[in-house]
């Protein structure tokens, strides 16, 4: 497979949907700014086949030429993201059906079913063209299949293929109403034909809940499943025609509709879009650059992010002089090997002609985000090829889990509040703030690499997850879980014989019951050592059975029993937190799991600067970030160094503004 050979720094670019003169005005602004590659073609369908039979591919072509001339790396898409009018008039098929069980017309975008065979045999085809077009221009870099796969399609051609796809997984009817528990309300199915897709007009209740989690979780499965074979398809249309550029497809974090574990199985390079909010914190966006590089363990591609504004959000604020340059080095810090923005040209009309852009609406390079991109374009120019593939490594991995999302989200009780990626969360923002490096990791992923595993909220145990777990515990692991975990199996069917099910040898306690607390409502968890902090949201009653009390509740019916506790196991130790502690509570318990898993920070000062670290070729890049919206000092450890960014020098306790970003190369 091709490497890239520098830092891919440019981003999503339409010149199709600009006249011809435009196109020469943007390499030279790009030129001024270090810009080296360009994202084309992702919603050029309708343009390169205006017809069932035509195909026109002059345009692009001119605009291949222009960037080859421009020495561009170049990521080409497939373009299959919106459908064409004249496909949709003709197959209306190729609309999905929604979750209220509408047709749809044409319109909006990532809109075909995945079970269409109409949208299979031309989106293949599309691959095809151009990759037999394209597939060996001396400038392609990257391949980028269809655009941020996601949503759903309950349609008849999506129905029968998931009777298809459940008569695979299960083999007979009595098999999947065992699974699915269909004796209940009387649900039973006597053929495959009985199964129909689970939405609003089905057993949904509302989009996020459904009265049979065991088929909404399988059609979830199903759905993820059979977008990837849309992707694998394009993917080996391409191969066919080109077996050594590497093919993406941009991921969007945590989204929930996906099992990013396993496409990323299927795909060369993971690329992601990132899009905080204004308020979403930094310890959120550092844990999905680590998703995105967890997803296969290694470097990914930043495919998209603002250079400075949003649409889409509620407030869509600037991002602040200097934020986008911190930004994208907190992005590389987490493993990017790319910065690639949407986009580079503001559009003239439709929705997103107040997302922000390289070149914005003024159409010159005499702007604040210009003069911003260009310092970013000049750095990384510098650095040329010095940080590609270089690695992250962490002794903490936290689990994440498809499977377990959306089983978790499904649940009908014991509290609607609870949310799985805010639970995942608050873990990762106490390493976070610490600078202890993490990988969020799948779960069967070796966890013998870990000195810490976190598994907060491990709803599902699924099989052979009890073992996995239970064998790295015994070999000396340490092992974090807590509420709503161990609770059912792949099916969502609870593992019978007290909770946490299959957790419980390893936990050495069983959670009687389980309490939902409302908003307004707390418990106090009281720490041995005389500590007091608050705990909400739900509350198991535990009894011990062989682990140790580390905190009691302070008041309720179950006031004096163990809210937080700590088994041996094997020569391991497992933490089970049974409630949502607040930040001192967790502070307390993460604190103890550092000291037994012998857990440091990256650097021994306690400062609110981020410090990441990546390694290549026997060096260690430090990256010193302050994040934090106000100065920070400078800290030993990289006192008196010299940046290789801007070549500075800061003494001990030396202010560094906010955004202000450092790299130190030992
Ligand atoms: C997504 C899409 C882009 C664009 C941006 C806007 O990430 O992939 O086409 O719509 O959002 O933020
Ligand atoms: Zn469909």
Redesign the pocket.
């Known amino acids: 497979m091709k490497d890239f050979k520098r830092m891919l720094y440019g981003g ?1 670019y339409n010149p199709n949907q600009w006249p011809r003169e435009i196109w020469d005005e943007d390499m030279r602004i790009f030129r001024l700014a270090d810009i080296n590659s360009a994202t084309v073609n ?2 050029s369908w309708a343009k390169i086949q205006p017809g069932e039979d035509e195909y026109d591919f002059a345009e692009l072509d001119e605009i291949m030429e222009m960037l080859k001339k421009e020495n561009y790396d170049i990521v080409l898409a497939t373009s299959t993201a919106a459908l064409p009018a004249w496909m949709v008039r003709r197959y209306p098929e190729v609309a999905r059906v929604d979750y209220e069980g509408l047709r749809h017309k044409f319109g909006q975008r990532h809109n075909a079913c995945p079970n269409s065979p109409v949208f299979q045999k031309f989106s293949r085809r599309m691959a095809q063209k151009l990759a037999e077009r394209y597939g060996d221009h001396p400038n392609l870099a990257c391949w980028h299949i269809s ?2 796969y996601g949503g759903e399609c309950y349609c008849e051609n999506c129905e029968k293929a998931f009777r298809v796809w459940v008569k695979k997984k299960y083999g007979t009817i009595d098999a999947v109403n065992k699974a699915w528990n269909m004796h209940f309300w009387g649900h039973t199915l006597y053929d495959f034909d009985d199964i129909v897709a689970p939405n609003a007009l089905s057993d949904g209740i509302g989009y996020e809940k459904t009265a049979f989690a065991g088929i909404s979780i399988d059609y979830r499965r199903f759905m993820s499943d059979s977008m990837l074979e849309n992707f694998k398809a394009e993917r080996d249309a391409v191969r066919e025609f080109d077996k050594e550029t590497p093919v993406t497809t ?1 991921l ?1 974090g945590s989204y929930k509709g996906l099992d990013y574990f396993k496409w990323a199985k299927e795909m060369d390079i993971v690329s992601w ?1 990132n ?1 905080p909010a204004y308020d979403t914190p930094w310890s959120s966006t550092a844990m999905h650059h680590d998703l995105m590089r967890g997803l296969k363990d290694k470097p990914f591609m930043l495919m ?1 992010q ?1 250079p400075s504004q ?3 959000q509620r407030y869509n604020s600037l991002k602040r002089p200097g934020q986008m340059r911190a930004q994208s080095w907190q992005t590389v810090a987490h493993g990017a090997d790319t910065i690639q923005f ?2 580079l040209r503001r559009s003239v009309g439709a929705c ?1 002609k107040f ?1 922000g852009a390289v070149i914005e609406h003024s159409g010159t390079e005499n702007t604040r985000v210009f003069r911003e991109v260009a310092e970013l374009g000049h750095e990384l120019k510098a650095l040329g090829d010095t940080l590609l593939g270089a690695k992250n490594s962490a002794k903490v991995g936290i689990i994440f889990d498809w499977d377990n999302y959306w089983g978790l989200e499904y649940a009908v009780g014991p509290s609607a509040d609870l949310k799985y990626v805010p639970q995942l969360q608050q873990y990762y923002a106490y390493f976070y703030e610490r600078n202890i490096p993490v990988d969020m990791i799948p779960v069967d992923a070796d966890f013998t690499k870990y000195s810490a595993v976190v598994a907060p909220v491990l709803y599902m145990v699924k099989d052979g997850m009890q073992e996995a777990l239970e064998n790295y515990v015994n070999q000396g692991g340490i092992l974090l879980t807590g509420f709503m975990s161990g609770l059912v199996d792949q099916s969502d069917n609870v593992h019978l014989g007290g909770y946490p099910g299959p957790l419980r040898k390893l936990c050495g306690i069983w959670a009687e019951e389980i309490d939902a607390l409302a908003p307004e409502q707390t418990n106090v968890l009281k720490f041995t050592d005389g500590t007091d902090a608050a705990c909400s949201l739900l509350c198991d009653i535990i009894h011990l059975e062989g682990a140790e009390s580390l905190a009691n509740y302070g008041s309720d019916f179950y006031k004096d029993t163990p809210a937080v506790t700590k088994n041996a196991f094997g020569t391991g130790k497992v933490y089970y937190v049974g409630t949502k502690p607040d930040a001192v509570g967790l502070r307390k318990i993460l604190d103890m799991l550092c000291a037994d898993a012998d857990i440091k920070p990256l650097v021994g000062e306690e400062t609110k600067l981020e410090i990441a670290c990546r390694e290549k070729d026997g060096k260690r890049y430090w990256f010193v970030l302050n994040l934090t919206g106000k100065p920070q000092p400078m800290i030993g450890a990289f006192a008196d160094k010299t940046d290789i960014l801007k070549g500075r020098t800061l003494k001990a306790g030396e202010m560094l503004e906010n955004w202000d970003t450092l790299l130190y190369v030992e």
């Open positions: 999503d992702v919603f655009n941020e941009n969007m879009d899009y998209e603002t949003q649409n889409w949407f986009q997103e997302h």
